[in-house]
Antibody, heavy 119, light 108 residues
């Protein structure tokens, strides 16, 4: 069974770049039909999809974040990553990685990692 | 962009009762792309229902999903103490995903 684990700094300064990695275990990131996403949740709020990447490198982003987000995949490490540039305090959130394996629902999630943007 | 509106914002019920949660889409959508999640404090969301009515692996049959036009419903029969949580609906369309704002199911 595929498992996901987020990692990265818990504190980022305003205007800097937030970088997170999701490590995939129990399966290959290059498995066909699996789409690897990042989702965030502001404190006490709902869920916001950030974007997804396919192992081929194809990406789709939330239009509201598109200009600030880059997703990438490293098949050699079985990881995919998120970069969010020019962060502000409004980017403080729990960041989850997740995957759709059948249909278009997120059936596997990482535990989430809290990122605080503060000087 | 399709907007998902969940109601009520908070639902107060007792164990053993039945819960009915609503998710209304701003326009007609394909049922295949509507899902429901449960989230407990400090945990990641868990997929309950996909394709509007298909239970995910390991989900008890007291959880069910249905549709009437642009209204999607998550029903939970015979509420158990562990069912009290926040529930989100989610839709996929044209390579983009959107979530409803959530319904909090709390113990009365």
């Amino acid at each position: 069974q595929v498992q996901l684990q987020e990692s990265g700094p818990g504190l980022v300064k305003p205007s800097q770049t937030l970088s997170l990695t999701c490590t995939v275990s129990g399966g290959s990131i290059s498995r066909g039909g699996y789409f690897w996403s990042w989702i965030r949740q502001h404190p006490g709020k709902g869920l916001e999809w950030i974007g997804y990447i396919y192992y081929s490198g194809t990406t789709y982003y939330n239009p509201t974040l598109k200009s600030l987000v880059t997703l990438s995949v490293d098949m050699s490490k079985n990881q995919f990553s998120l970069k969010l540039t020019s962060v502000t305090v409004a980017d403080t959130a729990v960041y989850y990685c997740a995957v759709t394996t059948a249909g278009d629902a997120f059936d596997i999630w990482g535990q989430g990692t809290m990122v605080t943007v503060s000087s | 962009e399709i907007v998902l509106t969940q109601s009520p914002g908070t639902l107060s019920l007792s164990p053993g009762e039945e819960a009915t949660l609503s998710c209304r889409t701003s326009q007609g959508v394909d049922s295949s792309y509507l899902a429901w999640y449960q989230q407990k404090p400090g945990q990641a969301p868990r997929l309950l229902i996909y394709g509007a009515s298909i239970r995910a692996t390991g989900i008890p049959d007291r959880f069910s999903g249905s549709r009437s036009g642009t209204d999607f419903t998550l029903s939970i029969s015979r509420l158990e103490p562990e069912d009290f949580a926040v529930y989100y609906c989610q839709h996929y369309d044209r390579s983009s995903y959107t979530f409803g704002q959530g319904t909090k199911l709390e113990i009365k």
